[in-house]
């Protein structure tokens, strides 16, 4: 089966950087797509940021093109999201997800067929 796990959040002061981890399990063709969502309180979770396997193409949503940056290392099986200014709109319970084959609709839930639970982001003011 396949699974995604999401760490790496934690809390940072406005303007700080982090980065995030999804290591993925389970797939038994590689070529896949792996995408990065976030939910803020009383928002829909949203994606920020997807790579595709087969050949490195990346994709990401306007808010935060400039600012966070997506990666993979094949040998580790992991994708990264590295993020860089942020502010307090970017807390959230961010989720890493997967489509097998799919990515058209990357950026919308119903688009990935795989989750993992979130790792949440605070930034302070």
């Known amino acids: 089966d396949v699974q995604l796990q999401a760490f790496g959040g934690g809390l940072v002061q406005a303007g700080g950087s982090l980065r995030l981890s999804c290591i993925v399990s389970g797939f038994a063709y590689g070529d896949y797509t792996v995408a990065w969502f976030r939910q803020a309180p009383g928002k829909e979770r949203e994606g920020l940021s997807c790579i595709k396997t087969n050949d490195g193409s990346t994709y990401y949503r306007d808010s935060v093109k400039g600012r966070f940056t997506i990666s993979s290392d094949s040998a580790k099986n992991t994708v990264y999201l590295q993020m860089n200014d942020l502010n307090p709109e970017d807390t959230a319970v961010y989720y890493c997800?997967?489509?097998?084959?799919?990515?058209?609709?990357?950026?919308?839930?119903?688009?990935?067929?795989?989750w993992g639970e979130g790792t949440l982001v605070t930034v302070s003011s």
């Open positions: 997800a997967a489509n097998q084959f799919y990515y058209l609709y990357w950026y919308k839930t119903y688009g990935m067929d795989y």
